[in-house]
């Protein structure tokens, strides 16, 4: 194991000792602000979609989007996202996101969470474990971030059947 990975895991399990706090999960009809993390281009509009739904039910929508590139890679094939976005350009030595967009998304806290990623040792673990949220919710392979719903998303599924299943269970949740 290198020194790199080192410090990564040592820095991921600090996080594990001492999760960010928020308030209790009420019900979707208390939900007011809802952040999603993803680093699949692919669900890009997937996750657009999604976003203008929760929109149009009053829910404010915040999206940080991972791209595994150097910002000169980037600007050199022309990767454009319409949200918030960070690169490996962006990572400290032990893989940590330091831009400012990242900080910005961490400092809100959210009612709902979702980490849409599907691989496992990725940037977005330090945004899972640090962003304070009521609920989150994410893929069941990525259960040791201390997801509260887990569901199975792959690469070959589109994320339709993911929202329908959360639509359900946020709806289900604390229903009274």
Known sequence: MGMKTRFRNYQINKLKKNPAKAKSYSGFAAVRTI???FANQKFRD???DYKRKMEGLGKQVSIIEYIPFKRKEIEKKDIYTPEQWYCKSDLNYSG???NAHVQSFLQREYDVYLDLNEEEEH???FISLKLKASL???NSNRQDLGLDLAFSISEKD?????FKQL???LNFINQK
């Open 158 to 162: 589109n994320l339709q059947h993911f």
């Open 46 to 48: 997937e996750i657009q």
């Open 136 to 138: 989150k919710a994410g």
């Open 123 to 125: 940037p977005n673990d």
């Open 167 to 169: 639509d359900y269970y």
């Open 35 to 37: 952040g999603i993390s």
């Open 96 to 98: 940590v996101p330091t």
